[in-house]
């Protein structure tokens, strides 16, 4: 019999954490992008949503940084297989930044500062379910992750949650973005592992 430390119990079952099927628990932060990283001084950092009609909002780094700020504490799952558990991050809801935004369009393209794009259904971003973010466990953002600013959606795989973004275009129809047009699926729920077209 083994000599355990007064206390041990091991760790139970219900200790485990949940993962969705076929995810992994990573505890540092793997680094995957698509090409170079942009550098994007935050003096010249611009944010748009652009209807479609045409109608362009925009808001300087100063007047994002004037918005009221969340700190949603998540969990991330890349289509790579790997989870994080329990991110901290602090941004502004796309639900104030869609405050005054009119618009009959049902879906969205994210564009960042760099060409990347990921389409998602425009109620995927409401309702207190996708943020900008631009602090990283009360740090700002590294380029690297995303920084100066990128999207949050945690409840998609993670591709759809656009580092560097620098506006979303309001679409009546749908269109695929950068990885979905490569062959992702076009969604991507981690818990239904949507990870390639016809998943």
Known sequence: ????????????RDAEPTLPPGQYLAHDFPVLSAGPTPKVPTERYEFAVTTETGEKRTWSWDE??????????????????WSKLGTTWKGVSL???????????DYAMAHSYGGYTTNLPLEDLLDGQAWLVYE??????????????????????FWKSAKWVRGIQLMLD?????????????YGDPWREQRYQGD
Do not use: Q
Not at 68 to 76: Q, S
Not at 95 to 105: K, M, P, Q, Y
Not at 174 to 186: I, L, N, R, S, T
């Open 136 to 157: 990283f466990d009360g740090e700002p953002l590294h380029p690297e992750h995303g920084g100066p600013v990128r999207l949050l959606v945690p409840h998609l795989y």
């Open 64 to 81: 994002l940084m004037a918005l009221p700020a969340e700190t949603p504490t998540v969990d991330i799952h890349c289509v790579t297989k």
């Open 1 to 12: 019999m083994a000599n355990l430390s007064p206390g041990f119990r091991g760790r139970t």
């Open 174 to 186: 749908d269109e695929p973005g950068f990885w979905e047009a490569a062959g992702y699926h076009d």
């Open 95 to 105: 639900d104030t930044l869609f405050a005054d935004v009119e618009s009959a369009a």
